[in-house]
């Protein structure tokens, strides 16, 4: 049986509906592929967001990696993993048209979309070092902010640094990144790029390469920003 879904925009009541313009579903049956021959993991499920970041549907993998989503309104996802003990992040997709870096996924009209997702695991600890003036510096905000901010919330990473300024990044995703250390923003909304984007200007560039390294020192300090 085939379904139909339309947005429609809500603004009063006893306001009439105009359901006509409603466009078939689509589908997608995604195939996991896990990095460094690993297994699937127990309970370990996607989630697809749409282009303004809203949960469309939250998936579990099964045993064989396969998570099938039999109805889904035609539009383009970003696709997000999640499992228990590991962070995961999709580095690249492929199918019958051709590979796609990226966890981005467009879904047709009344299509049917076969996908694999080739993982990237966040394996990688990154050791560094936030000064001041010279000094180490404590107590501040450290942020690995990814390439593509808007559309890759689960790459971020954080810590606070330490009495000596020391910093450990736990867990980090192979990929491009901007390093900042902020000075009293604890309570600030650091996951909007938009609030960020000064800071990355004068942050540092980091590349975290894909292998089985664990843990990356950086050699250089990344310098402190006021707030």
């Known amino acids: 049986m085939s379904t139909q879904a339309s947005e429609i925009d809500l603004r009063n009541d006893g306001q009439e509906l105009d359901t006509s313009r409603g466009e078939p579903e689509g589908s997608l049956k995604l195939t996991i592929q896990m990095p460094q021959q690993e ?22 993998v099964d045993a064989s990696g396969q998570a099938t989503i039999p109805i889904l309104p035609a539009g383009k996802y970003s696709i997000q993993v999640y499992a228990a003990d590991k962070r995961y992040a999709v580095a690249r997709t492929f199918s019958d048209a051709g590979q796609t870096a990226g966890h981005d996924v467009e879904i047709p009209a009344g299509g049917s979309t076969a996908l694999t997702a080739v993982l990237a695991a966040g394996s990688v600890n990154v050791e560094g070092l936030a000064k001041r003036g010279g000094k180490g510096a404590s107590g ?7 390439r593509e901010p808007s559309t ?16 450990n990044l736990i867990g980090v995703i192979p990929g491009s ?29 980091v590349t975290i390469p894909e292998g089985p390294q664990t843990s990356i020192h950086l050699p250089e300090a990344v310098e402190v920003q006021p707030r």
Not at 39 to 60: A, C, H, V, W, Y
Not at 140 to 146: A, D, F, Q, S, Y
Not at 191 to 203: E, H, I, T, V
Request: aromatic share 10%; net charge negative; no cysteine.
């Open 39 to 60: 297994g699937i993991p127990k309970g370990m499920r996607i989630m697809l967001l749409d282009r303004q970041s809203r949960n469309r549907t939250f998936q579990e």
């Open 140 to 146: 501040v905000m450290v942020v690995l902010i990814p």
């Open 177 to 205: 990144y901007t390093l900042v250390a902020i000075e009293d923003a604890w309570e600030f909304d650091w996951s909007k790029p938009a609030q960020l984007a000064r800071y990355a200007q004068r942050g540092q560039a």
């Open 152 to 167: 890759h919330e689960e790459l971020f990473r954080r810590d606070q640094s330490d009495s000596d300024g020391s910093f």
